[in-house]
């Protein structure tokens, strides 16, 4: 099967990072949203590259500083969700943690997606058709391996958010007997996973659909899932609830995710 949208999503990711790296490498100035959160010119030039390369589509797109502003389509059952700085706050520190997140669904569903992480040019993509990491040089993407998650639980090693801890994650851990936690900024946590570095990403703090969208459906193609708080796949297009989404468990495979969900309520319940 074909992954939808796939090169099109790449280009559109590649010429965002280039924008982003072009405001990365100067001094920049962070203003902040009405929701306190930071955002930069580099948030701003590289979803407006993105929004004229999806153009082409005529499909809708919730991206993330044209819903700040105000500019929610009706997104149907065939749209995009696209992140064009993810992990912004990283992006400040300059650590190189940070991506272009661009995900295509449907129904509500991830089912495919891209992650750039601009800083060290690694591409990550998913679909039907399978997962793919590759090297992004001059433009053009090199080096093209498949992805598998690694479900080998022993050891168990765990992702959590450098920018985003939380107490219970201490004893999540402690209860799961994780042998090693690897902290890391944005979507690239689901790629971690998805290339098999680690094997479970528990979520405790509230993220946004477009945090976390293109990664789940590039962990889902390599193997892995991502379920919300109901033990179901996480969904986007909850305009309700502002589009923001409640805990959830990324994993190696299903049943570890439940494993950890049980717990993770436990928590939730105390």
């Keep these: 099967m074909s992954l939808p949208f796939a090169e099109l999503m790449n280009r559109a990711a590649i010429a ?9 490498h100067r001094p920049v100035v962070a203003m902040e949203k ?33 819903v700040a502003a ?28 940070f991506t272009v997140n661009i995900a295509y669904c449907e129904n509500g569903h991830p089912v495919s997606g891209v992650v750039l992480a601009p800083e060290t040019g690694e591409i990550y993509w998913g679909g039907p058709g399978g ?41 999540l851990c402690d209860t799961l007997e994780v042998a090693e936690d690897v902290s890391v900024g944005s979507s690239l946590k689901f790629c971690l ?3 098999g570095t680690a094997q479970l990403y528990p979520r405790f703090t509230p993220t946004s659909e477009w945090d976390t969208a ?18 179901a796949p996480l969904t986007c297009g909850h305009r309700d609830n502002g589009f923001l989404n409640a805990w959830f468990v990324a994993a190696a495979s299903e049943r570890l995710a439940l494993r950890a969900l049980a717990e993770m309520l436990r928590f939730a319940d105390a």
């Design 34 to 66: 009405p929701d306190g959160s930071p955002v930069t010119e580099a948030d701003q030039r590289a979803e407006a590259i993105i929004l004229e390369y999806l153009a082409e589509t005529g499909l809708p797109v919730l991206a993330e500083e044209s």
């Design 214 to 231: 293109a990664g789940q459906a590039v962990l889902q193609a390599a193997g892995g899932v991502v379920l919300g708080m109901d033990g």
């Design 131 to 171: 997962a793919f990491v590759g090297q992004v040089s001059a433009g053009a993407v090199t080096d093209v391996r498949p992805l598998q998650v690694a479900e080998a639980e022993h050891p168990l090693r765990i992702v959590a958010s450098r920018s985003h801890g939380h107490a219970a994650l201490t004893e």
């Design 193 to 195: 996973l998805a290339k």
């Design 16 to 24: 965002a990072a280039e924008v982003i790296l072009e405001v990365y």
């Design 70 to 97: 105000g500019r929610i389509p009706e997104l149907g059952t065939r749209y995009f969700v696209v992140d064009p700085l993810d992990g912004t706050k990283e992006f400040l520190k300059r650590n190189g943690e």
